[in-house]
């Protein structure tokens, strides 16, 4: 008997051992898949993007306000696209911003009972709400109200602008919120036995304790924005021309990718993939920015 139990035992070790070797085994496959996906999307977008640079000038394609690809004379210049990409972007962090870590202190440090839940719930179903609506409610709402108090048709970077920043409120409110809650109870405590009033607490310790994952959030809600296609297209305008104040109408990069990505071939393809390269190349840049804030915070706790 005792002999049988050693054996029944030996053979549910090995069975234990062999499924976590596959689930390891499965774990490492999904993470391959993952970094896959992304070397084979990067090599194909340069690619695809990289032969243009052997036609045009890259001094043309940078700097260059002209993009007229279907002339007789082409041109291949995205600096307006690049400027307009940054402005809306801008516009949107300078709107959202003030709203976005004033809710997060809110929720973080005042909010209580089901009225904190209601308002939870409203900013994940905001997270949630595609792109097209928030374009739709641009164009009910946003742009005739530009229109009637600032003048022009209402299609311009400004109308983009607040539509971004009504879409970017809950990556920078969840993560601001989540960063301003990990601050130690034993800061807060302290600051209030030294004397300081609760709003003093939270402007003197409490936020500058939260500081990277604060900055963290707006990285990502910058990302989000400098992506952002659909919504912008309905409200920005699509003018392939340089903006001259936000009021004017304009053409983001994502915009002119999606606009000229239905009859583009030859040289104009490569444009556009091109434009691709540097709108990823900013993504990327940005969530490297993410990830060394992110390490220095753990390396400073």
């Known amino acids: 008997m005792v002999t049988g139990l050693k054996t029944g035992l030996q053979k549910s070790k090995r069975l234990r051992t062999a499924m976590e070797s596959v689930s390891r085994v499965a774990l490492l496959a999904a993470a391959l898949i993952s970094i896959a996906a992304v070397v084979l999307i990067t090599l194909f977008i340069v690619q695809q993007g990289l032969p243009m640079f052997s036609k045009v000038p890259a001094s043309e394609f940078f700097l260059s306000t002209v993009w007229t690809p279907s002339a007789s004379n082409p041109h291949y210049g995205i600096a307006s696209f690049i400027i307009a990409s940054f402005e809306v972007t801008f516009l949107a962090m300078i709107f959202s911003l003030p709203i976005a ?3 997060a202190i809110y929720l973080s440090e005042f909010a209580k009972g089901k009225f904190a839940g209601i308002l939870r719930s409203a900013i994940e179903l905001l997270a949630g709400i595609p792109s097209i609506i928030y374009g739709l409610f641009g164009i009910a709402l946003v742009v005739p109200a530009i229109r009637n108090t600032l003048g022009g048709n209402g299609y311009s970077l400004l109308s983009a602008g607040i539509i971004l920043a009504i879409m970017i409120l809950p990556t920078i409110i969840n993560f601001s919120e989540v960063s301003i809650r990990a601050v130690s109870k034993d800061l807060r405590m302290a600051s209030v036995a ?4 609760p709003w003093q607490t939270i402007y003197k310790v409490v936020l500058p304790s ?3 994952g604060i900055v963290s959030s707006v990285v990502l809600g910058l990302g989000r924005a400098i992506g952002e296609t659909t919504a912008v297209l ?13 009021t004017d109408m304009g053409r983001t990069m994502t915009m002119n990718i999606i ?18 390269m540097l709108l990823f190349l900013f993504i990327l840049l940005l969530n490297a920015l993410v990830v060394e804030i992110s390490r220095r915070s753990r390396l400073e706790n």
Do not use: R, W
């Open 101 to 103: 870590l004033s809710c």
């Open 194 to 197: 030294m004397g300081a009033t």
């Open 210 to 212: 939260a500081m990277s």
């Open 234 to 246: 309905l409200v920005g305008g699509n003018a392939p021309v340089f903006a001259i104040k936000p």
């Open 259 to 276: 606009t000229d990505m239905s009859y583009a071939t030859g040289v104009h393809m490569e444009a556009l993939f091109a434009t691709a």
